[in-house]
């Protein structure tokens, strides 16, 4: 049913795009959003991207059976179909009055996926700098060597190692068991 108040139903997909396929998520976006605005009842497309990898399409319809006519076509499954090689993906119908989106968050993952990550992160700098500190001619004071070692761990990860990691294994991060972006603990 359409009305004159606008858009009826509210479809978000986000995606979490896996490293370095950002160019064929922008080229599959342009593809989805070409089919949503050939259906009918379509009102508009919005596109949100997120750092480190998230990118939320909020596709608007007419109506509900507007938008259940375009989930059920050939065109729109083989895109999604496309979108899960190199993307996690998460749908969520809305009700666009009044609808509230969840969007997936690394906070949202479980604790011990966080940690495997970190620990990834770490234990290579922690052996690096241990190997380094114990080669110089002259032993650093344990405080110092402390110090030295946390300065360059925190350096390190903050500006290179995580940074590098949590993009590489954000889609194992924050996907749930039956493989969907995760959106609650």
């Known amino acids: 049913m359409t009305t004159d ?3 009826q139903a509210c479809l978000v997909v986000t995606r979490i795009v896996a490293p370095n396929k950002e ?15 050939a259906a009918d009842g379509f009102a508009a497309m919005l ?10 399409n909020v596709f608007l319809f007419q109506s509900a059976a507007d938008l259940d006519r375009w989930e059920g076509t050939r065109r729109y499954h083989q895109l999604m179909e496309d979108g899960d090689r190199f993307s996690t993906a998460r749908r969520q119908r809305l009700d666009p009055g009044n609808g509230i989106a969840q969007l997936p968050a690394e906070s949202d993952s ?12 770490v234990l290579p700098i922690v052996l690096v700098v241990n190997v380094a500190l114990n080669a110089l001619p002259q032993p650093l004071p344990a405080l110092a060597q402390a110090v030295v070692s946390s300065l360059i ?8 190692v995580l940074p590098f ?5 954000k ?3 924050v996907r749930d068991e039956r ?4 959106i609650e603990r």
């Open 5 to 7: 108040e606008g858009p």
């Open 179 to 182: 493989g969907r972006a995760r």
């Open 171 to 173: 889609p194992w991060v």
């Open 110 to 121: 479980p604790k011990w996926k966080r940690f495997m990550m970190t620990y990834v992160a």
């Open 165 to 169: 990691v949590s993009r590489r294994l």
């Open 153 to 160: 761990l925190v350096a390190a990860m903050t500006w290179a």
């Open 47 to 56: 596109r949100f991207r997120q750092t480190g990898g998230l990118s939320h």
């Open 23 to 37: 160019d064929d998520l922008r080229r599959w976006t342009d593809g989805v959003g070409d089919a949503a605005r």
